[in-house]
């Protein structure tokens, strides 16, 4: 075959990461022209108005050459099954469809190999797709979609409405009755088969046009890419209504990938200013050329998570440059190949992509160049490339030590953890006698022969003692033991996320912020911080008069609950730190003064009440404590409850801690640390130092991070504690795996772009609840990237947000002081 030639191989490509299996040159231009391979064979226009189908697995066979168009052919595609396998193509005169096989063998025989005319003179066809049952096929053309019988040349129906050129339409998979198209007037639409419908249009989405299209089976989604480098994902479930999942900058996408690669190139003696240079020397616009689902998850022990976090969240992205895998469950980028890498390759720009999963280590990629006229097949072998790439979004690999938050191994000797609890006496030493030899005491009788004295003689004994209020004892029994099944009773697993607003209620007469808002762990009692000072201490159904605590002098930014559900923590603006006992509104402990020179973000009991977590500008606090909560008549102001240092602990770059979090209804030595500079750190109580960081977990500073705790009257697995949220201004809320350091999901939607609204797991784990500013609720399903329900109805940002431990109930707190409890 003329003009085919075998590869020149770089440095890199010895590694086998990145193969040119062959290329070809041709006599017309091929920089726009739609190209296909499936798992056995690739196709394209070799001389103009010839097609080609080439070996993949064998390039050196003879190729098969298949004529019939008088003009040159502009697209070319597979049919989805292998038996027959059907290969479509199109020109300005005709619209062709081929058996591969039939062509084949009578090639073999010395005879013309003929294909079956489908369309003729429908102009120049930019975009061929076939439907799933290899019936139909859909050719683009201008402004308009012609839908053609692949069997004999039919025009079933023509679809028109775009107000541009339609670059792409591709028929779901799940689905045989509609058809997606997008178009360079910036908008994709959605049609009905039978009936020759519009069933929806998008609003335009970019200031470039849309060049790609892909139909997520497996998530129901819809993935689009435009000129400019954008990508847009969209549920295409029903109820969903075709909503906007999430959206990626690929340029900016990249600049952070390079950034956190910098970052590790620097912890290893790199300059990061040498690395930056050298990777990140000209901006560009990169356009969305192609998308293409990656499908190879790796089955050994070593690369388990490598790659796939959720299956069918990676995606390839090719691009004019290269090729990438992001992952559009969390939007980031793992791994990028750019064509200058790689000198060796034929096409230094593309200017059209083919990708195709050849099997689970393999990746065929059938591109051509933009500026020349050159064609190639590149192999992508995912094997080597996981093994030369021991990091992914600028992140190490977890090793053998992973990082749980139940706790795994026993307590170290020296172990902060293991540090003595606190006793009201432990500040004063023994007292000693001042006088050695003192009388012995004795009773004012002290003759045991007097017998007026009346000491030794029996009491009276009762004749009769009637029983009283039996049957009324006995109910009141009843009535408890009632309650207390209904209080411990199983969480609902299978319950539906609440959605139904049960109670409405001001907390105060003048607007206020909630600040903070907590459930006790029985589920009864539900706490608030307010900003005009106080507290207030609610049931669970929010009935009745609250009880209120005052003394602060400052907002009230945190309140929690030991583990016992007898002690109130609150922290405050006024730089202070105060216990109440729940029921006394006098505090049993109040920490403040020097102590604190900024005021506390955030405080927590911690290690099953044993400990007080606070964090104060860039330190993490940990403090060993006693309550007590007697009273001396004399010497009121004097406080009993006593409170020791045990250990501080900075952040690495000595930014202002934002948020902390750290679980206390079991045994955990890990609290996590967010801060300023974007960054999440782990620490290990247990060995007191710190254990894991990730940078730049977001483009803004982390303001609230959520762990998830489940709760006594729930079940998981133990792993799934491992799953923590962090909440940012403008980024949305992310899902981390702590094992991995990786995040594992992104959930968006919500608006959040001033106000610090927090984000909250349901006790079974199931589902996640976050405030927007936009006066709504968001209730996500956590396996999904989309919300399941909005909670309108909101007279205001909702800021907090608590899920119930003992029943599906959530409650919300808004910036005026409203409080709104919903149920399933």
């Avoid at 017309?28 to 064979?41: K, T, Y």
């Avoid at 009991?605 to 007590?628: A, E, I, R, T, V």
Wanted: glycine share 6%; aromatic share 8%.
């Amino acid at each position: 075959m003329d003009g085919l030639h075998s590869a020149c191989v770089s440095e890199d490509c010895v590694r086998g990461v990145l193969e040119e299996r062959f290329s070809v040159s041709c006599k017309a231009p091929v920089s726009h022209i739609q190209v296909d391979c499936c798992s056995s064979v690739c196709a394209f226009p070799l001389q103009g108005n010839e097609l080609c189908i080439q070996s993949i697995a064998d390039p050196s066979l003879q190729p098969l050459q298949l004529k019939g168009h008088h003009h040159s052919i502009s697209a070319v595609t597979f049919g989805n099954r292998q038996k027959p396998l059907l290969i479509c193509s199109a020109s300005e005169d005709y619209v062709i469809v081929w058996d591969v096989e039939r062509c084949r063998k009578k090639t073999e025989e010395g005879l013309i190999a003929m294909g079956t005319i489908v369309g003729t003179l429908l102009g120049n066809v930019s975009h061929l797709s076939i439907c799933p049952r290899d019936e139909k096929v859909a050719a683009c053309t201008g402004a308009k979609i012609y839908i053609l019988n692949i069997k004999q040349e039919e025009v079933i129906s023509v679809f028109e409405g775009h107000l541009a050129a339609v670059t792409a339409a591709v028929f779901p998979s799940w689905n045989a009755d509609i058809i997606v198209s997008i178009s360079e007037d910036r908008t994709f639409k959605v049609w009905n088969l039978s009936n020759e419908e519009l069933i929806h249009q998008s609003a335009v989405l970019s200031g470039s046009p849309l060049l790609s299209v892909f139909l997520s089976e497996m998530n129901k989604q819809l993935i689009t890419g435009s000129a400019d480098g954008q990508v847009w994902v969209f549920s295409l479930l029903s109820e969903h209504k075709y909503r906007l999942v999430t959206r990626v900058d690929l340029q900016k996408t990249e600049q952070r990938y390079l950034k956190n690669k910098a970052f590790r190139e620097t912890q290893k003696g790199t300059s990061i200013k040498d690395s930056l240079e050298k990777d990140n020397k000209v901006e560009t616009v990169n356009p969305v050329l192609r998308i293409a689902p990656f499908m190879s998850v790796l089955d050994t022990r070593r690369n388990a998570n490598r790659f796939c976090s959720r299956s069918g969240s990676y995606f390839w992205i090719g691009s004019s440059d290269g090729v990438y895998l992001i992952n559009l469950a969390t939007s980031e980028l793992c791994t990028v190949m750019h064509f200058k890498d790689y000198p060796g390759l034929t096409i230094a720009m593309a200017g059209s992509w083919a990708i195709q999963q050849g099997n689970q280590t393999n990746v065929f990629c059938l591109l051509t160049s933009m500026f020349e006229d050159n064609i190639a097949l590149v192999q992508i072998n995912v094997t080597v490339l996981a093994e030369s790439h021991c990091y992914f979004n600028g992140q190490e690999c977890p090793g053998e030590d992973n990082l749980y938050v139940v706790a795994r191994r026993p307590l170290l000797p020296d172990s902060l953890l293991s540090s003595d609890v606190l006793r009201k006496d432990a500040s004063k030493p023994p007292k000693k006698s001042a006088v050695k030899n003192c009388v012995k005491d004795q009773p004012v009788v002290f003759h045991s022969k007097v017998k007026s004295s009346g000491y030794t003689a029996p009491g009276c004994r009762t004749m009769f003692s009637p029983k009283t209020n039996t049957q009324k004892k006995n109910h009141q029994l009843s009535k408890s033991s009632k309650k207390n099944e209904v209080l411990f009773k199983d969480y609902p697993a299978d319950c539906p996320a609440p959605s139904i607003l049960q109670t409405h209620l001001n907390a105060t007469a003048k607007p206020t912020p909630v600040c903070s808002l907590q459930f006790s762990g029985d589920g009864k009692q539900v706490v608030c911080g307010l900003s005009d000072t106080s507290i207030l201490l609610y049931n669970s159904t929010l009935s009745g008069a609250p009880a209120v605590y005052t003394g602060h002098d400052g907002a009230v930014r945190c309140v929690g609950w030991s583990h016992c559900n007898q002690w109130l923590l609150s922290a405050s603006e006024d730089r202070t730190l105060r216990i109440w006992p729940v029921g006394i509104t006098q505090p049993a402990l109040t920490l403040g003064g020097e102590r604190f020179p900024q005021p506390l973000r955030s405080a927590q009991f911690y290690y099953m009440d044993k400990f007080l977590l606070l964090s104060c500008g860039p330190l993490l606090q940990l403090y060993l404590y006693h309550l007590d909560t007697s009273q001396d008549d004399i010497k009121r102001y004097k406080q009993k409850s006593l409170c020791k240092l045990v250990e501080k602990f900075q952040m690495t770059t000595g930014t202002e801690i934002t948020s902390v979090s750290a679980v206390n209804d079991f045994f955990s030595y890990i609290v996590l640390v967010a801060g300023n500079d974007h960054a999440v750190e782990a620490f290990d109580l247990n060995v007191g130092r710190r254990a894991a960081c990730i940078p730049d977990a977001h483009t803004r500073a982390v303001h609230h991070i959520a762990q998830n705790k489940g709760s006594m009257f729930s079940t998981q697995e133990p792993d799934a504690y491992n799953l923590f949220l962090t909440s940012s201004v403008t980024d949305g809320i992310k899902l981390w795996d702590l094992r991995t350091l990786r995040c594992v999901q992104r959930y968006e939607g919500h608006v959040n772009r001033c106000h610090p609204c927090t984000a909250a797991f349901s006790p079974c784990g199931q589902y996640i609840a976050t405030g927007s500013e936009n006066n709504c609720a968001y209730v996500f399903d956590i396996r999904s990237g989309t919300y399941i329900h909005k909670l309108a109805r909101h007279s205001d940002t909702v800021i907090n947000v608590a899920f119930n431990p003992s029943r599906p109930q959530l409650l919300t707190a808004t910036l005026d002081g409203k409080l709104q409890l919903f149920r399933p």
